[in-house]
């Protein structure tokens, strides 16, 4: 189990570092500005999906062999959940009604929790591949 643990982390890992790094900033630097804006509110649900079940499974397929790995990809599942059903909806609020300075702390606050995800899944591959 420990082995499918540490590739389903992997694939959540590189995952959510290209998503992050790469698509969103592709799409700014390839698509207008107002279509980038729709693509990247139309993918945000399924990236917050994808990370909120394959940090469960990533959770589930640790848990016998590494309780703290198990305990820090559930801790990623669930502040998705907030992620995706409160703060991203509170986002696509403040930018309907042209709320700027909203915007850009509640788009803080987002960002800031990937990057929270994106550290603690790598923590995860480290302590898995020395279990």
């Known amino acids: 189990m420990i082995t499918y643990a540490l590739l389903v982390t992997a694939l959540l890992f590189g995952g959510m570092t ?5 698509f969103a900033a592709f799409l700014f630097t390839a698509l ?3 279509t980038a804006r ?8 399924h990236f917050y999906a994808f990370v909120l079940v394959t940090a469960a499974i990533a959770a589930f397929a640790s848990f016998s062999s590494d309780a703290i790995s ?6 990623i599942s669930l502040t998705t959940v907030f992620a995706r059903q409160i703060l991203m909806p509170m986002i696509n609020t403040a930018t309907d009604a042209k709320q700027k300075q909203w915007f ?4 803080g606050a987002s960002v800031l929790l990937t990057l929270i995800h994106i550290g603690v899944a790598g ?3 480290v302590r898995l591949s020395n279990v």
């Open 18 to 22: 290209l998503y992050s790094f790469a």
């Open 32 to 34: 207008p500005a107002d």
């Open 38 to 45: 729709a693509s990247i509110r139309k993918a945000f649900p």
């Open 70 to 75: 198990a305990a820090l990809m559930l801790f």
């Open 104 to 107: 850009n702390v509640l788009h």
């Open 123 to 125: 923590y995860v591959l």
